[in-house]
Antibody, heavy 121, light 107 residues
């Protein structure tokens, strides 16, 4: 069965960076995009961007350009999201989720369990 | 960016009620809309894509409709398992964006 298993919670300080991992199993890793979506406490869902697991190409939301880097390691079917220069408003649960790469199919059929990133001085 | 606006933000209903949630896009997205259900402490669960196509295994009491800028999610007979928050998402263009959510709570 398809699974996306994320790394654990991180507590960090303002100005620091964080790197979250997402290990995929149960499907052909390079056949899907892996996206990152975050949810601040009690808030809605916000898309950060995606990595094309086949080519490594990325697409980022403009809000996060220059602060986020999404990568993947195909040898271990794992995608990564690094966010730098963290502020308190980056405190959120960060989810990875997959979509098919075909235009018209950019909806998230499987999600990771979420990784809490807490930024506090 | 395409803004997605959901209404209502909270909906109080009873088991057996028919409930409808509306999602409006700031510009036409054709039928490139998905719906998700999220329960407290959990990740979103995928329900519907292309505005009205149910994901495999989703109960038939769920249905979606609409095109262009106005969409609805309907639960024909609310069940105890359906009390949750629902989000719409457009995938017409980047950045992908979500509605603010509709919490369906017990009346």
């Amino acid at each position: 069965q398809v699974q996306l298993v994320q790394s654990g919670a991180e507590v960090t300080k303002p100005g620091a960076s964080v790197k979250v991992s997402c290990k995929a199993s149960g499907h052909t890793f390079t056949g899907y995009y892996i996206h990152w979506v975050r949810q601040a406490p009690g808030q809605g869902l916000e898309w950060l961007g995606l990595v094309n697991t086949g080519t490594g190409a990325t697409e980022y939301a403009q809000k996060f350009q220059g602060r986020v880097t999404m990568t993947r390691d195909t040898s271990i079917s794992t995608a990564y999201m690094e966010l730098i220069r963290l502020g308190s408003d980056d405190t959120a649960i960060y989810y990875c989720a997959r979509t098919i790469t075909t235009p018209g199919y950019l909806f998230f059929d499987y999600w990771g369990q979420g990784s809490l990133v807490a930024v506090s001085s | 960016d395409i803004q997605m606006t959901q209404s209502p933000s909270t909906l109080s209903a009873s088991v057996g009620d028919r409930v409808t949630i509306t999602c409006r896009a700031s510009q036409s997205i054709s039928r490139w809309l998905a719906w998700y259900q999220q329960k407290p402490g959990g990740a979103p669960k995928f329900l519907i894509y292309k505005a009205s196509t149910l994901e495999n295994g989703v109960p038939l009491r769920f249905s979606g409709s609409g095109s262009g800028t106005e969409f609805t999610l309907t639960i024909s007979s609310l069940q105890p398992d359906d009390f949750a928050t629902y989000f719409c998402q457009q995938y017409n263009s980047y950045p992908l964006t979500f509605g603010g959510g509709t919490k369906v709570e017990i009346k």
